[in-house]
């Protein structure tokens, strides 16, 4: 009897802590999500207006903004209005900030605002380490994610992955469709969408892409 009183007592304490644990996650989740919402809703038309003058992506600048400053919630985001991480390197005569990162007390860039970062991110890629990342199609943020890990803009191996990742989970690539024009009046009926899980692709596109993306993974 006992025996059988102490299995329910574990198995009732287990089965508490995971769902304590799994209510957690939900809440993290549901913080991340809003988070990420605010950002889109905020820094898309920068994103935009970037994509017409230089070419990038507005979902790599708006994937790239969120993975690297943790959606403008981030210590370096925060201290420096720096939200892609951006190190300060030998051309850089602005403001500087010393930073843990991949070493001890590293120097990034510090910034006037976030629209001077989003505007610097632009010419930092085109350096001619990125050049080849201007052959490929604007709506290809598969191909420009993977050519952005391959010219070492961040150390992990994952990068590619993981900018993928963000650009899916929140619908960016809608945004490389679009133009600066009004964008205000359409990002609020985007981002109901989005977070109701309302935008997808079409069955053939997700097939031909998740296609495209093994093989490019595999070169």
């Known amino acids: 009897m006992k025996e059988k009183e102490f299995i329910c007592f574990v198995f009732s304490f287990f089965m508490t802590f995971l769902f304590l644990f799994s209510k957690e996650k939900e809440e993290e989740e549901k913080k991340k999500k809003k988070d990420a919402i605010k950002y889109i809703k905020e820094y898309a038309p920068f994103a935009i207006e970037e994509m017409e003058h230089f070419g990038i992506p507005a979902s790599i600048k708006l994937g790239q903004g969120i993975l690297e400053s943790s959606c403008g919630q981030s210590t370096l985001a925060k201290s420096t209005n720096n939200h892609f991480g951006i190190k300060c390197g030998k051309n850089w005569d602005g403001e500087i900030y010393y930073h843990d990162d991949d070493l001890p007390k590293e120097c990034f860039r510090k910034y006037k605002s976030v629209r001077e970062s989003f505007s610097d991110h632009s010419k930092f890629l085109k350096k001619p380490r990125y050049s080849k990342l201007f052959f490929l199609k604007k709506k290809d943020y598969q191909s420009w994610a993977i050519e952005l890990k391959n010219a070492g803009y961040a150390t992990s191996l994952k990068y590619s992955d993981q900018l993928i990742f963000q650009i899916e989970k929140y619908s960016l690539w809608i945004f490389d469709k679009e133009n600066s024009q009004g964008i205000e009046k359409r990002i609020g009926?985007?981002?109901?969408?989005?977070?109701?899980?309302k935008i997808k692709k079409t069955i053939f596109e997700s097939f031909f892409e998740k296609i495209y993306l093994f093989f490019k993974?595999?070169?």
């Open 217 to 219: 993974l595999k070169k």
């Open 189 to 197: 009926k985007y981002l109901t969408k989005i977070e109701m899980g």
